[in-house]
Every structure is written in C-alpha cells, then in structure tokens.
C-alpha cells in the first residue's frame, strides 16, 4: 500500500542552522501538507501546497519557513534559522485530489534545536 | 472559523471492554468531514475513522465506530473490545469539502487500556 515517507526520522541541530526536512508524497497525490506537534500538544497547520505553490499558511508559518516540490516526488520544509522553540514532531500530509478528503500523514520528523 | 474540542485529556478502559472519547465541533460549513486520528508512543498519525458530514450514518470500522450528532455537532469514537494496542493519544480532526485547506485538530485522548 503507498505511503508518505519522511526523512530524517530524527534531526538534532544547533539554534541559528538551516534544517531541511524531507518527504516523499504518495506519487498520484496533488495536495501536500505540513504539520507541526510540540511535545504534549495538539498538531497544528503550517502549510498547504497545489500546483507548484503554496495555496494556504498558517501564523506559524513566517519568513524562516519556505517549501518546495524540487522534483516531482520530494516535498521539502526548510527552517532557515531555527529558534529553540522550533523543537517539534514535523508530520507530512498528502492528498489525493480535490475530490477527496483524507489526508495520509508520513511518520514524522522528530526536530530537536539545542 | 473552525474549533474541535475534546473535553476528556486521559481515559482508561479494561482490556475487552467499550469506552466512547468525546468530540465536538463547530463550522459554518455544510460541507465537512470529520476524522478520529490515533497516535502511538510511535508519534505517527494514523487515521482510524472518517466520517462524511452529508451522511446520517454512522461510520463503523471493525471495532471502531462513530456516534455523529450533526444538530449538536458532535462526533464521538466508540472502541468496542478494547486491546492493548489501543493505548494511545487519539485525535479528533475536521476538513472543510473541497477547499485546499488543512486539518483542525482538537487537543487529544490519552486512552489507557488496563489488562
């Protein structure tokens, strides 16, 4: 059964470096998804993507993020310079298409600033 | 804008037996879908149920089950025999129809199953 996958499963960085998070969408999805949990917390929206673009953020998603599709299956979310309290599980989602409604999340990037 | 609510933070059931974790909502949508997410000590999301806003019946997996009250939005998820492997946080989560917009979560159930 297709999944979304991500890598790394762990990422530990110093505060103030770039960090880049990886996914793979399943390959017939158009709608991509970031999500982040803090420890404890509920899971929140960062980003939405469609058609090469972003089409929804959320307040948590400012300048020191961006997303990118650099080929046709990777789904990328940079942190440029990341703050102590960027520390969090980061989820990919994907969709299928405008006709449908679940999202299918990839495992998690576990992100620890120190 | 939209809210999910869940008002349990941690419950406990006796291996085999039933237990309901509570959810409401609210939208001004009429188009909607509504979903219970489990997550593991794994961390990873992993959908359980989904329910269609436009449909009165309730959606049933296995031993997993939906009360959806649409009048009083709200969207409860029965666990039937209960396994140990049901022990984990569950999140209730709506999607507005046809938008290209994201999941609203709720806080989450810490669910412990007692052998």
């Known amino acids: 059964e297709p999944e979304v996958t991500q890598t790394p499963s762990h990422q530990v960085t110093q505060m103030g470096q770039e960090v880049i998070l990886r996914c793979v969408p399943i390959?017939?999805?158009?709608?991509f998804y970031w999500y982040r949990q803090i420890l404890g917390q509920k899971v929140e929206f960062l980003v939405s993507?469609?058609?090469?673009?972003?089409?929804?953020k959320s307040e948590i998603f400012d300048d020191q993020f961006s997303v990118e599709r650099p080929d046709g299956s990777n789904f990328t979310l940079k942190i440029r310079s990341t703050k102590l309290e960027d520390s969090a599980m980061y989820f990919c989602?994907?969709?299928?298409?405008?006709?449908?409604?679940?999202?299918?999340f990839g495992p998690g990037t576990r992100l620890t600033v120190l | 804008a939209q809210t999910v609510t869940q008002s349990q933070p941690e419950m406990s059931v006796q291996e085999a037996e039933t237990v309901t974790l509570s959810c409401t909502y609210d939208?001004?949508?009429?188009?909607?879908?509504l979903f219970w997410y489990k997550q593991p000590p794994s961390r990873q999301m992993i959908l359980v149920i989904r329910?269609?806003?436009?449909?009165?019946q309730n959606a049933t997996e296995n031993r997993f089950s939906v009360n959806f009250q649409k009048a009083a939005k709200s969207f409860s998820l029965k666990i039937s025999d209960s396994q140990l492997g049901d022990a984990a946080m569950y999140f209730c989560?709506?999607?507005?129809?046809?938008?290209?917009?994201?999941?609203?979560f709720g806080k989450g159930t810490k669910l412990s199953v007692k052998p």
């Open positions: 390959s017939n999805h158009l709608y």
């Open positions: 993507f469609y058609n090469n673009e972003i089409s929804e």
């Open positions: 939208t001004s949508e009429s188009d909607y879908y």
């Open positions: 989560a709506i999607f507005e129809g046809g938008s290209q917009g994201n999941l609203i």
């Open positions: 329910q269609e806003a436009y449909k009165q």
């Open positions: 989602a994907s969709r299928e298409d405008r006709t449908t409604d679940t999202q299918y």
